[in-house]
């Protein structure tokens, strides 16, 4: 009798749970016509929403076009090898990251909006309020399968204490995620933790000593399931086993970059007489790219079906030496024409771009039951501040990758009337979830996609 491998079934071993890939031997059989064959398998909705701060500068990042003739801008270049996978979309709108009687403070509005449609309310003390985020409203709905609900990851440290915008408190520019109005929830920073959280789980009794001491022998991930993989691979076939073998090697890989980056950092704070707390790498580039695969990996592994990416906190001012850029980004946001300062900002949003198309790349080559990942795949790329001189909040920097299961036709503009909200998107996104809500943040309906 053909009993299928679970899709649950994981590897274990001392503080380990390392989850398995999709395989062959998952699949289940079905008869058909008096005959026993392979089952469709079902393929979840995976949601990403990605957060970039500062704004663009617009005029030349905006893309153009009707239908599917888009032509690109300079700035989105990088993207053109993805064009057909991409929904661009023109004139969204969140009229709650504006003003509205409560003066300056675009920036943290702007974080605080961009995924909850909320205004939130202006405070510089703990008594903070927003609304809960799509993505925790997606993760009450198609998240539960799954070992969490959601993830968060970021770039830079944030605090929810003390003032960061205007007489705004910064939670609101440091979160985009909240579990409820009076919730934001706190990026992961560091790839070491993100890792340890996904895969080295003690048991349920295990007290916080005996977790340290645990995690102080740290070796591999794969040290710890030697033995269950070698019982493992008696089940499966060789295709299967050259999948197992190849998934392995590339959770290795990821470990041996996480470690390079750990012994960087461990080498610039020597002679400082610092301790060495798992930090984050000093390479940005390098730390954007080892979130993305913990991201990647999360999904293939179904660990999670929706995640946030902060690539940094809004009103960051982080330079980008490595782009001839010394000054920081938001400073020069706010250019009043420098030729100068403009000429930075172009280069940060191309090299954003680029970070964009890497991402499409990573989900697009990542195949789950031999369909790439970015076919059931939504990534919502963006923010709530259009121009960053400016600070408008209408005609908003927003792409949506992905073809979610066949939901999205993408590969075209979709032009929406003036003034209409961003949250009638993520209605729309409730709907392709399975949710009967009325409304969302100030929808006013459905967007039609």
């Not at 400016?390 to 073809?403: C, Q, S, T, V």
Request: hydrophobic share 35%.
């Amino acid at each position: 009798m053909h009993r299928p491998l679970s899709r649950r079934t994981v590897l274990r071993g001392l503080g380990t749970a390392l989850a398995l890939p999709w395989l062959e031997a998952m699949t289940p059989l079905q008869r058909v016509g008096g005959r026993l064959m392979a089952a469709e398998p079902l393929r979840p909705l995976r949601h990403a929403f990605v957060f970039f701060p500062n704004g663009t500068h617009h005029d030349e990042w905006a893309p153009t076009g009707e239908g599917t003739e888009v032509a690109l801008s300079p700035l989105l270049a990088p993207l053109e090898r993805h064009k057909g996978s991409i929904t661009f979309l023109r004139g969204l709108t969140h009229r709650n990251a504006r003003a509205l009687g409560d003066g300056p403070g675009d920036h943290a509005r702007s974080a605080a909006a961009w995924l909850t449609g909320a205004h939130p309310f202006k405070t510089p003390g703990t008594d903070i309020r927003c609304g809960m985020s799509i993505d925790q409203r997606l993760a009450e709905l198609n998240g539960r399968q799954s070992f969490f609900p959601s993830i968060q990851l970021g770039i830079e440290h944030g605090r929810r204490s003390g003032q960061c915008d205007s007489g705004y408190a910064c939670a609101y520019s440091n979160h985009i995620s909240w579990a409820d109005p009076y919730t934001p929830l706190t990026p992961e920073v560091s790839p070491r933790q993100f890792l340890d959280r996904l895969f080295l789980r003690g048991p349920a009794s295990e007290t916080e000593r005996a977790r340290a001491e645990r995690l102080a022998r740290r070796r591999s991930i794969l040290d710890f399931v030697q033995e269950d993989v070698r019982r493992l691979e008696g089940r499966l076939g060789v295709r299967d086993r050259r999948k197992v073998d190849a998934y392995l090697s590339a959770v290795r890989d990821l470990e041996r970059r996480i470690e390079q980056s750990e012994r960087a950092v461990a080498l610039e704070a020597e002679g400082s007489g610092l301790g060495i707390p798992e930090q984050a790498p000093n390479s940005y580039d390098e730390h954007v790219s080892l979130q993305i695969e913990l991201m990647i990996l999360a999904f293939r592994l179904d660990l999670t079906r929706v995640a946030t990416f902060m690539l940094a906190n809004e009103g960051s001012n982080r330079s980008y030496p490595f782009l001839d850029v010394n000054e920081g980004h938001h400073s020069l946001s706010h250019h009043r024409g420098d030729e100068r300062k403009i000429d930075e900002i172009r280069r940060i949003n191309l090299y954003q771009s680029e970070i964009l198309a890497r991402l499409i790349d990573r989900f697009a080559e990542t195949e789950e039951e031999g369909v790439p990942l970015l076919d059931s795949s939504l990534i919502l790329w963006g923010t709530a501040i259009r121009d960053g001189n400016r600070h408008d909040h209408h005609d908003l920097p927003m792409l949506l990758a992905g073809r979610g299961g066949g939901r999205v036709a993408p590969g075209r503009i979709v032009h929406t009337p003036k003034e209409t909200p961003a949250s009638n998107l993520f209605l729309r996104m409730i709907e392709w979830s399975g949710g009967g809500d009325a409304a969302f943040g100030d929808s006013t309906g459905a967007l039609a996609l």
